[in-house]
């Protein structure tokens, strides 16, 4: 009876022990992940570090850049549960918007982010069109669940249209682009992060896959943008891998007769091979992307994607201005009614 006993109370100790072990194995091992391979907190810290490089370089070098970097500072295991998880050896999409102050301004930026939050490895980099940066853009960064810098500079005065001109007259989101470019030469290392760098306007429409066809681009890849050229698309005509031509019935005669969010770069030709190219100021509308697009590539190395440019995966819309509210919202402010200005839109 009593060897029964003893054996019985052995076998019961062995069992427990074996589950503190095994609990402690799994303590260990889960300690160990989340601090050298979770990937949220290595991009954590790789940006930690991005952020203090280039405040330092900010202060003493450039003083044109009014940038700062804000990284989401939810605790982590919230975050990954917000954001798509990452990780630091897959391909970054750097989206470069610029953005300015307008009555819809925020539903469109809530409407591209809300896109951009279903695509991983996802860092956007929002250029505000003003002096300073805005407490709404501001506010509205920090809530929108992604990875961003945000920035801002005034387009300057002879490069804006007057109130007469049309929207047309002028290129917009110019300088913007460029110091969205600016940042990343700063603050990427191409040898240690693999990227690509697309210009996404902030009222254009994106189906996801566009960026999933994006990650694959060695040096500029090309794909049809529908709404654009004067045509229900426009964009490149593509045959076995090659751009043969391209449809457009607008300024057919340019180089190359594409919309801005008709094509992405990798980010080592932006950083190591041009490190100078940029967008042209001065160069008439319509003209811009060729003027760019000359300084990086030739028609022959462009890569088509989007299934050899036969979907489109981009719209380039534009919501219509509410001019019934704005109206409206001048008569309640002259009869001193205006809707509540602390209910932000
Ligand atoms: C077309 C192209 O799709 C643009 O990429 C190109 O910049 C533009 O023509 C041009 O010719 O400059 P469109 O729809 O006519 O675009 O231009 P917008 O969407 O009004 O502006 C393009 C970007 O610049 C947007 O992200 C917009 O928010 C921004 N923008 C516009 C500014 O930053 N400041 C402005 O004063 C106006
Ligand atoms: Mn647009």
């Keep these: 009876m ?8 052995s076998f019961i100790i062995m069992l427990l022990l074996t589950k503190v072990i095994e609990n402690r194995f799994e303590n260990e091992h889960f ?36 940038d700062s970097i804000n990284i ?41 982010c809300n896109t951009f939050r279903h695509v991983k490895n996802f860092h956007w980099i929002l250029v505000e069109d003003s ?13 929108c669940g992604l990875i961003y810098t945000h920035l801002n500079i005034r387009t300057p005065k ?30 990427v290392n191409p040898n240690q992060t693999k990227g690509v760098v697309y210009f996404a306007d902030d009222d254009n429409t994106y189906d996801v896959r566009l960026f999933e066809e994006m990650r694959s681009i060695h040096g500029v890849g090309i794909w049809p943008v529908a ?35 008709g094509f992405a770069i990798n980010i080592r030709k932006i950083i190591s091979q ?3 190219a940029s967008f042209q100021p001065q160069v008439r509308p319509g003209l811009m992307e060729t003027s760019f697009l000359e300084q990086i590539t030739r028609v022959e190395e462009l890569e088509p994607k989007a299934d050899n440019c036969m979907k489109v995966f981009v719209w380039h819309t534009r919501t219509e201005t509410p001019v019934i509210n ?20």
């Design 31 to 66: 300690k160990e992940e989340e601090q050298s391979t979770n990937p949220e907190k290595m991009l954590d810290v790789q940006f930690t570090m991005e952020k203090t490089q280039h405040l330092h370089k900010e202060r003493s070098i450039n003083h044109r850049a009014l």
């Design 227 to 261: 709404f654009t050229g004067a045509a229900r698309w426009s964009g490149p005509i593509c045959r076995d891998g090659k751009v043969t031509g391209f449809h457009n019935n607008w300024k057919p005669w340019r180089k190359f007769p594409i919309d801005m969010a």
């Design 131 to 143: 002096r300073n940066k805005t407490k709404l853009v501001e506010h509205f960064l920090s809530t």
């Design 274 to 276: 041009y490190p100078d």
């Design 2 to 9: 009593l060897k029964y006993v003893i054996f019985l109370c």
């Design 158 to 187: 002879p490069l804006r249209r007057s109130r007469k001109q049309p929207r047309w007259a002028k290129s917009r989101g110019v300088e913007q682009r460029n110091l969205g470019l600016e940042w990343i030469r700063k603050n």
């Design 326 to 345: 704005i109206n409206g919202e001048r008569q309640l402010i002259k009869k001193g009614h205006p809707s509540n200005p602390s209910v932000e839109t």
């Design 72 to 112: 989401l500072r939810i605790p982590l295991r919230k975050r990954s549960k917000r954001i798509v998880q990452r990780r630091p050896d897959e391909i970054t999409i750097f989206a470069i918007t610029p953005t300015y102050k307008r009555f819809l301004q925020k539903a469109e930026l809530t409407r591209i």
